[in-house]
């Protein structure tokens, strides 16, 4: 069983940075792999980024690509994202996730059998 813990939430200034950190326990971690949604308020819960258990593929939805960076540290068992030139649209609750035994695409929550429980950022105008 995977347990996630995300951290690094909060408020921003349109054009501002956060990092969020998702701390994993579990182990099925470093043969898993991970990613970052979000769900907006009165939005579905949505694909951000997505990172192969050993880095070598990474994935990013198109409205966060060249400004979000995800990364891992299986040493560690923890995965960050780092968020640049934030936007007011980025607001949302942020969710780590780790993947299933489901067969699924890395875009699609139905990979992913372990969540977080969530951390807010609010990008402010």
């Known amino acids: 069983q995977v347990q996630l813990v995300e951290s690094g939430g909060g408020l921003v200034q349109a054009g501002g940075s956060l990092r969020l950190s998702c701390a994993a326990s579990g182990p099925t971690f470093r043969s898993s792999a991970m990613g970052w949604f979000r769900q907006a308020p009165g939005k579905e819960r949505e694909f951000v980024a997505a990172i192969t258990w050993r880095g070598g593929n990474i994935y990013y939805a198109d409205s966060v690509k060249g400004r979000f960076t995800i990364s891992r540290d299986n040493a560690k068992n923890t995965m960050d994202l780092q968020m640049n030139t934030l936007k007011p649209e980025d607001t949302a609750v942020y969710y780590c996730?780790?993947?299933?035994?489901?067969?699924?695409?890395?875009?699609?929550?139905?990979?992913?059998?372990?969540w977080g429980q969530g951390t807010l950022v609010t990008v402010s105008s």
């Open positions: 996730a780790a993947q299933g035994p489901v067969s699924a695409s890395v875009y699609s929550s139905e990979a992913y059998a372990y």
